[in-house]
């Protein structure tokens, strides 16, 4: 087993640094602020993931997880260094990669003996050359004894499924000018058994990039085809169906819309599009993709409109606000767009989510209602849209939202409900793409 040095607790460091201490590495969790820290040594997360809770406490328990502020601490006994910081949308749309800076000029200074730095964090093509370069030049007193090697290893991780993801990889990913090296990571994945790719930084750092840019796109193109299905009165949910039969198109990622959200999609073809300017590039495709994402989220709401004759002095329950189930994560949820947009027009927001209520305070305008369950969301609404389909909402006593409400008016923007089972049971009922009932 190796001693690993994970740097950076937020949503991918603490699942990598969990992870692989459950597989009985002996991990070290680093992190600047002290406040995390001191959290998750008394098991507090700052982060809501399904299971990974009680992952960190089995560890922790055991002594094979750790948490510190200490570089002297976690660096210097380090086999394996992960960087696992934020790189989040600069002003010009490319990654900040201030905290990747700052974690690597660190890491040279307590650098002793042989050891592999890993970039977990999903970063611009050509930072793996560039992080090298931060931490030769870093190095101080310990240059005689400390040599490195850095390794790219971008992270496929699905907030809501992480521990999954981790432990059942599609495919391992490592690029590094020292095949030697990656071959070492490569090990430390051994026990999944994962398909692994070994080749340069930049192309390891590409196939990240490209492959959320990818997905993002089934996303806009299927939510392009909903916006057609609702002029022309096809049922986008069938269409999709028909579509994902096909052996080379596949079901995945074409369930129309809202638009997607997170920390991943919407930056990461930001950053990409923003790579592709920079080297002369006419990114087209990626700019048309990020415009239909935003675009799902103004029609939902003028559908809404439409229906209404006005939001101006109605009130609209929200159920849901995270940008997907399973997750407090809020950075670019389509919620927060609708919301906004609702109290931009006058509209009154009551809005309930199961967890990520709190996390959402500090995204949405100020005047929103934040309801105990889903049923006090409906309590005197003029309409209740349905934002984020949690299990909870799937299930729900519909005869008693429709005596809760002062209209039985439901907006679905994930297309949880059928359309004619809504409409027997008395709602105005509208989906994204879809016939409101099959005579409709």
Not at 123 to 135: K, N, R
Not at 384 to 389: D, F
């Amino acid at each position: 087993m190796s001693n690993i040095c994970v740097i950076g607790t937020g949503y991918v460091g603490l699942v990598t640094g969990a992870c692989f201490s459950d597989l009985g590495n002996e991990v070290i969790c680093l992190d600047v602020d002290a406040g995390k820290i001191e959290g998750l040594k008394k098991g507090q997360l700052p982060i809501y993931e399904p299971g990974l809770n009680e992952i960190v406490k089995r560890n922790y328990d055991a002594g094979r997880l750790k948490f510190t502020t200490d570089h002297s601490v976690a660096v210097p006994s380090a086999d394996f260094i992960f960087i696992a910081v934020g790189t989040p949308q600069g002003d010009d749309g490319g990654a900040d990669l201030s905290y990747v800076q700052t974690a690597a000029s660190t890491i040279a200074k307590y650098l002793n003996g042989n050891t592999i730095i890993i970039n977990k964090s999903t970063v611009p093509i050509g930072t793996g050359d560039w992080v090298a370069g931060i931490i030769e030049s870093s190095l101080d007193g310990n240059r005689s004894t400390a040599s490195f090697a850095v390794v790219s290893n971008p992270e496929f991780l699905r907030e809501g499924s992480a521990i999954l993801d981790f432990n059942n990889p599609d495919r391992i990913v490592l690029g590094s000018t020292k095949p030697a090296a990656a071959e070492k990571v490569a090990e430390l994945y051994s026990a999944l058994g994962a398909p692994t790719i070994i080749t340069d930084l930049r192309t390891a750092e590409m196939i990240k990039y490209a492959s959320n840019a990818i997905l993002a796109t089934r996303i806009s193109f299927i939510n392009e085809i909903a916006q057609m299905c609702d002029a022309l009165g096809a049922d986008v949910k069938v269409v999709a169906e028909g579509m994902g039969y096909d052996k080379r198109i596949g079901p995945q990622f074409l369930q129309a819309g809202v638009g997607y959200g997170g920390s991943c999609f919407p930056k990461d073809v930001k950053a990409l599009a923003h790579m592709a300017e920079k080297s002369n590039l006419h990114p087209q495709l990626l700019l048309a993709v990020m415009d239909i994402n935003d675009d799902a989220r103004r029609f939902f709401v003028q559908k809404l409109e439409r229906s209404l004759g006005s939001v101006s002095g109605r009130t609209i329950g929200v159920w849901g606000l995270a940008f997907k189930p399973n997750t407090d994560d809020m950075r670019e949820a389509p919620s927060i767009d609708i919301i906004s947009a609702l109290v931009r027009k006058g509209a009154t927001v009551k809005a309930y989510d199961p967890v990520a209520m709190d996390v959402a305070r500090k995204y949405l305008p100020g005047g929103v209602e934040y309801c105990n369950d889903l049923y006090s969301v409906a309590e005197k609404a003029d309409a209740v849209l349905l934002i984020t389909e949690w299990n909870e909402f799937k299930q729900i006593d519909f005869s008693r939202v429709k005596e809760l409400m002062n209209k039985p008016v439901l907006f679905d923007g994930r297309n949880l409900y059928d359309p004619a089972e809504m409409t027997r049971q008395g709602f105005t009922y509208r989906s994204v793409g879809r016939p409101t009932s099959p005579q409709d």
